[in-house]
């Protein structure tokens, strides 16, 4: 079968720094992406990453290892509006999905 | 618009009806992926539209769901004879290509079916 792991849930505090692993299980890989959805609201595009290293966008990074099927995301300075679920997301070879994690919360504390 | 919108934003229908839902993606995105999530859960796959053919129907749940997609933008997502079990936020997402991650959600439609 086909999974994502991720954590159920993580704590940090405000200035901090937090990382969300997820490791992969699938049939092929083209890409890792990640979100961030905020309770009663939609997942938003974080990153994206299709070849390994590490992506960095402000605050956030977002790492990549084919080799390992592993990847993580990377939040810096903490803040307490970054307190929302974070969802990796991956595509597998042959089909179009993107199979989602069952998400990480992420609970900022001040 | 400059986002991904979809409606209705709340959709409360009777078992056994049918429903219809929109999307509107990103002008010029040429992926568009119809998801949906229930409450605490990840997000499903339903379908993926490539301009206006679906290569990726795997995700349907059963023959009452259909989509389609017309002029390459406007997708409906219709759900015949709603179930109980069909009670779900539905989320529509386009990007630029199927290459480029799933892109920029729109807001969802909250289907509730009594």
């Given at each position: 079968g086909q999974s994502l792991e991720q954590p159920s849930e993580v704590t940090a505090v405000e200035g901090a720094i937090v990382q969300i692993n997820c490791t992969y299980q699938t049939s092929g890989f083209y890409g890792l992406s990640?979100?961030?959805?905020?309770?009663?609201?939609?997942?938003?595009?974080?990153?994206?990453?299709?070849?390994?290293?590490?992506?960095?966008?402000?605050?956030f990074?977002?790492?990549?290892?084919?080799?390992?099927?592993?990847?993580?995301?990377?939040?810096?300075?903490?803040?307490?509006?970054?307190?929302?679920?974070?969802?990796c997301a991956v595509r597998t070879s042959g089909t179009y999905k993107y199979i989602f994690g069952t998400g990480t919360r992420l609970k900022v504390l001040a | 618009g400059a986002g991904v919108s979809q409606?209705?934003?709340?959709?409360?229908?009777?078992?056994?009806?049918?429903?219809?839902?929109?999307c509107d993606p990103i002008s010029g995105h040429t992926a568009l992926y119809w998801y949906r999530q229930s409450l605490g859960q990840g997000l499903e796959f339903l379908i993926y539209f490539q301009g206006n053919s679906a290569p990726d129907k795997s995700g349907l749940p059963s023959d009452r769901f259909s989509a389609e997609r017309t002029g390459g933008s406007v997708s409906t997502l219709t759900i015949q004879r709603t179930q109980q079990e069909d009670s779900a936020v539905y989320l529509c997402a386009s990007s630029l290509d199927a290459n480029s991650g799933t892109g920029y959600f729109g807001p969802g439609t909250r289907l509730l079916v009594l």
């Open positions: 990640w979100y961030q959805q905020h309770d009663g609201g939609a997942p938003t595009f974080l990153s994206y990453n299709a070849l390994d290293g590490l992506e960095e966008t402000g605050r990074s977002s790492f990549l290892s084919r080799s390992d099927s592993y990847g993580y995301l990377l939040l810096q300075e903490l803040q307490m509006k970054d307190s929302a679920s974070y969802f | 409606s209705p934003s709340n959709k409360v229908t009777e078992k056994g009806k049918d429903v219809e839902l929109r």
